[in-house]
T-cell receptor
């Protein structure tokens, strides 16, 4: 039973390029969460999605960031026109249900913006 | 706003000793608490959780204590081993914020042989 999968594990982009981060939840999980982690800090919530729906995007920056979780395929976190401050580890988690349920994390994507 | 904080950013213990990692939270509506372990270069790994209707829960070598009166959470690791060296995060959820977990900044546990 595979866990949460994320790819790529490492992503290097130049300023102004686009970054696409992918997350496949655990089998049977339909709730996906994205978190960002800066060095030496805890994880900061970004967005919570169910299939085809954004449930809570209160942690997403208003510009350049978007997320989706289509009916088929992985969840995608998209960052347009990346800046150096976007460099961080981005973690995806999934859960079976959304309310008060354990979230299982993927290995993360480490984004470096040159 | 909500915040979750750990009392000490680093903790060093001798192999075989017990470790206690503390966490304070501010959201009175929090009703579900989780401890995660994060090793270098990896994602957070679930350790143990506790709901607000309990004050203690035990796992294998780990115990979580919850004091809702003072909004305090602790993780106790018995007979700490070198493999326990990692960053430990507490996180909380509230039914009013379904899905969203708020994480503290982490305590780095170092186990000395």
């Amino acid at each position: 039973n595979a866990g949460v999968m994320q790819n790529p594990r490492h992503l290097v982009r130049r300023r102004g390029q686009e970054a696409r981060l992918r997350c496949s939840p655990m089998k049977g999980h339909s709730h996906v969460y994205w978190y960002r982690q800066l060095p030496e800090e805890g994880l900061k919530f970004m967005v919570y999605l169910q299939k085809e729906n954004i449930i809570d995007e209160s942690g997403m920056p208003k510009e350049r960031f978007s997320a989706e979780f289509p009916k088929e395929g992985p969840s995608i976190l998209r960052i347009q026109q990346v800046v150096r401050g976007d460099s961080a580890a981005y973690f995806c988690a999934s859960s079976l249900t959304g309310v008060a349920d354990t979230q299982y994390f993927g290995p993360g994507t480490r984004l470096t913006v040159l | 706003g909500e915040s979750v904080g750990l009392h000490l950013p680093t903790l060093s213990v001798q192999e075989g000793d017990n470790s206690i990692i503390n966490c304070a939270y501010s959201n009175s509506a929090s009703d579900y608490f989780i401890w995660y372990k994060q090793e270098s270069g990896k994602g957070p790994q679930f350790i143990i959780d506790i709901r607000s209707n309990m004050d203690k829960r035990q796992g294998q070598r780990v115990t979580v204590l919850l004091n809702k009166t003072v909004k305090h959470l602790s993780l106790q690791i018995a007979a700490t081993q070198p493999g326990d060296s990692a960053v430990y995060f507490c996180a909380e959820k509230a039914n009013t914020n379904a899905g969203k977990s708020t994480f503290g900044d982490g305590t780095t546990l170092t186990v000395k042989p």
